[in-house]
């Protein structure tokens, strides 16, 4: 059984720093393309950044416009463990995370090509 479970997330001012984790567990986590996605209260779930894994040529990591330049993802295979440091965030960034594991194959910027989703932590950013 896949478990992705998220932390980090919490109230941060406009400017600040979270680093979100996610531990997993259930899968092979080193030959498994990773990534984060956001979705905002009304709003649909958005990609954020994705990161790639043993055996894939694929390249990365991968991010989004808003997230490049701010935000850095990484993994720890050793832990089962994926990353999401964002800095100089700002009140739009508030949104809930969630951290994903993708199939073998599809784009990394696709929810479709997501097989398993965290439960998601909250991150409120305020101005």
């Known amino acids: 059984q896949v478990q992705l479970v998220e932390s980090g997330g919490g109230l941060v001012q406009a400017g600040g720093s979270l680093r979100l984790s996610c531990a997993a567990s259930?899968?092979?986590?080193?030959?498994?393309?990773m990534g984060w996605f956001r979705q905002a209260p009304g709003k649909e779930r958005e990609f954020v950044a994705a990161?790639?894994?043993?055996?894939?040529?694929?390249?990365?990591?991968y991010y989004s416009d808003y997230a490049k330049g701010r935000f850095t993802i990484s993994r720890d295979n050793a832990k089962n463990t994926v990353y999401l440091q964002m800095n100089s965030l700002k009140p739009e960034d508030t949104a809930d995370y969630y951290c994903s594991s993708y199939r073998t194959s599809g784009s990394v910027y696709f929810t479709q090509s997501v097989n398993y989703w965290g439960q998601g932590t909250q991150v409120t950013v305020s101005s």
């Open positions: 259930g899968l092979t986590f080193s030959r498994v393309r």
């Open positions: 990161i790639g894994a043993i055996g894939w040529s694929g390249g990365g990591p």
